[in-house]
């Protein structure tokens, strides 16, 4: 009976082990699907991001100066302009669009036109993840480059 204490003492530890992986079992699935989403969130989010800045650095320049009834689209409706996909990231697959409305010359900022954005940002996957953010922008009457005035996250 040597090395019994042994052979014992090898089992008892299986055992617990054992015990200790099924009782983590559902806990360790859990985190792994929530880090899962949490990630492919934060793609999103930085498709969205990535949309807002193409919009203030080039998409801005396809803005009509002062939108009026004839020009082809509706002021109140907005106009969509989408994303090039060389703005985002090859991996994962992302994709935005930026829909811009016109609010009015701006009586805060004289000599500017207000424009509301609406900023989405998607990650196409087994799941489809979006983030979507509003910002304010002034874009000069003599057409320089828009100024961020205000934003909030809305999903």
């Known amino acids: 009976m040597r090395g019994g204490a042994t ?6 530890v299986l055992a617990l082990s054992a015990a200790a ?10 985190e792994l699907a929530v880090e899962g989403e ?4 934060a793609w999103a989010a930085l498709a969205a991001d990535s949309a807002e800045a193409w919009f203030l650095q080039e998409g801005w320049k396809a803005l009509p100066p002062r939108p ?18 060389g ?3 090859r991996e994962p697959a992302q994709d935005g669009e930026v829909l ?8 805060r900022w004289p000599g500017t036109c207000l424009w509301r954005l609406t900023v989405v940002g998607r990650v196409r996957g087994p799941r489809l993840f979006v983030k979507t953010r509003e910002v ?10 828009p100024t961020k005035r205000a934003w909030r996250i809305l999903r």
């Open 7 to 12: 052979l014992l003492m090898a089992v008892a």
């Open 100 to 107: 811009v409305r016109f609010l009015g010359p701006s009586s």
């Open 21 to 30: 992986a099924w009782m983590m079992q559902r806990t360790v699935l859990r």
């Open 38 to 41: 949490a990630l492919r969130g």
């Open 136 to 145: 304010y922008v002034t874009v000069p009457d003599e057409r320089g480059p």
């Open 87 to 89: 703005v985002f990231p």
């Open 68 to 85: 009026a009834p004839g020009q082809g689209w509706d002021a109140r409706a907005g106009l969509a302009l989408p994303v090039p996909p």
